[in-house]
């Protein structure tokens, strides 16, 4: 199998690629590289993977039309896509509203329409995330929702990714799979999370800041059982009858920020400076994942709790910064 793995340098992504290329897939990697944080951690991933039999990396934007298509006729065998490229961030959509309708928006339509003339292609599997949930307050959280009040220009952004693949597989019969993230976190992880600016900050005396004193919830997801899931999902294309679907894949449960920063202080071995702040508009209450139609088709199921995952990544985190 062929598999165009899109945001092939950023966190998800590049662990998405190594699994498939462990089982002996050829992964084509596209990523733009920008500057949103560190180049250098996303220059190192590359190189990971690099090393690696079956991968080729071509440094493009997904919103570039004309560069995707050409990738596209450069790879006539892809018959799977992965698409995770995306202007992350809740509240950074709110200094920069932009880049995440140009990358977020335009480059979901710039691949729906590359996949579409794929004549070869199995299933696209890209990714949302748990922030089309937006003011809902029932938990847990389910696919059949109501998911018309976002809180932030990001979340409207992907809710808008969902719709337009809904009518790309009703026009088309293009078969999607969209993945609603909750919080991942883990060893090479985006230093824009809160898990990973916490840890940076427990290590340099500095200050963090805990919303509500810490008693916002989020539904914290292992890097490896995302791996599983995403991977698990992509060899499961929907029917042709019903071509799109939506799947929530977080670890089922809701724990405490304040919970988060005591495992970090643990592991790192010094007391956060603390201060407490309001929550801020475009963040939530409280995330918690159903997890019950993805765990029926692929048997999914995580593995690693917080208390399990939070070591690993500091771990990682000495290493990776040397502290």
Known sequence: MTVLVTGAAGFIGSHVAHALLDRGEVVVGVDNLNDYYDVALKRARLKRLGVKSGFVFTHLDVSDRDAVAALVAAHPGIDAIVHLAAQAGVRHSMVDPYAYVQTNVMGHLVVLEAARRLNG????????????????RDLPFREADRVDTP?????????????????????????????????????????????????????????????????????????DDIVAGVVGCLDRPPAAEAPTRLL????????????LVTLLEQGLGRNAVVRSAPRPAA????????????????????????????PRFVAWFREWHRA
């Open 121 to 136: 292609l199995r299933h696209l599997v890209y990714a949302s995330t748990s922030s089309v949930y937006g003011a809902n």
């Open 151 to 223: 809180m932030s220009l990001y979340a409207a952004t992907k809710r808008a990714d969902e719709l337009m693949s809904h009518a790309y597989g009703h026009l088309f019969g293009l078969r999607q799979t969209g993945l609603r993230f909750f919080t991942v976190y883990g060893p090479w992880g985006r230093p824009d999370m809160a898990y990973y600016s916490f840890a940076r900050a427990i290590v340099t005396g500095e200050p963090i800041t805990l919303y509500e004193g810490g008693t916002l919830k989020r539904d914290f997801t292992y890097i």
């Open 248 to 259: 929530n894949i977080g670890n089922h449960r809701g724990e405490t920020v304040s919970t």
């Open 283 to 310: 963040d939530v209450e409280e995330t918690f994942a159903s997890i019950d139609a993805i765990g029926a088709l692929t048997g999914f199921a995580p593995r690693v709790s917080l208390a399990e995952g939070i």
